[in-house]
């Protein structure tokens, strides 16, 4: 039974953390920063140089394959928890070591892609991220 609250307890935080994610506007340090969808969207319009552009397919690629390895092996390590769980009796201890393995994977997962907004950002001028700020607002307020 207190696995499967402990189960369902990090199924909301995961949960949480996605909503979050998907609105920059009410996160404080997510709205200093610019997804890669948007700087692609509006490369043109934000006036990106070729080296900027290069720089950044370069970022968002390395970025992009390992995020796709590390979802494979988070689904791994999800699965797990839930064979675990599943289970009449279910271990306290291995459901928890396994629940550590599962936060250490989404750890890497987020520092990874707060590594790849910094290097967006940093990428980019004043008037650009400026640029990026406006449109992101207009396309808010539709």
């Known amino acids: 039974m207190k696995a499967k609250i402990l189960l369902a307890c990090a199924l909301v935080f995961l949960c949480a953390g996605l909503v979050r994610a998907q609105q920059?506007?009410?996160d404080p340090i997510g709205?200093?920063?610019f997804a890669p969808d948007l700087?692609?969207?509006h490369q043109e319009e934000i006036g990106l140089s070729d080296e900027q552009?290069?720089?950044l397919?370069?970022?968002i690629r390395q970025a992009q394959v390992k995020f796709t390895e590390w979802q494979w092996?988070?689904?791994d390590e999800v699965e797990k928890m839930a064979s675990l769980v599943k289970q009449p009796h279910v271990e306290e201890a291995d459901v928890l070591a396994q629940l550590e393995k599962v936060l250490s994977m989404e750890r890497e997962i987020k520092?990874?892609?707060?590594t790849l907004l910094v290097r967006i950002k940093n990428k980019l001028t004043p008037e650009q991220q400026a640029k990026l700020v406006?449109?992101?607002s207009k396309s808010a307020n539709k």
Request: net charge positive; aromatic share 8%.
């Open 24 to 26: 920059p506007d009410q």
């Open 31 to 33: 709205q200093n920063f």
């Open 39 to 41: 700087v692609i969207q």
């Open 53 to 55: 552009k290069t720089y």
């Open 57 to 59: 397919k370069t970022e």
């Open 73 to 75: 092996k988070l689904q």
């Open 111 to 114: 520092r990874a892609q707060v």
């Open 134 to 136: 406006e449109i992101r």
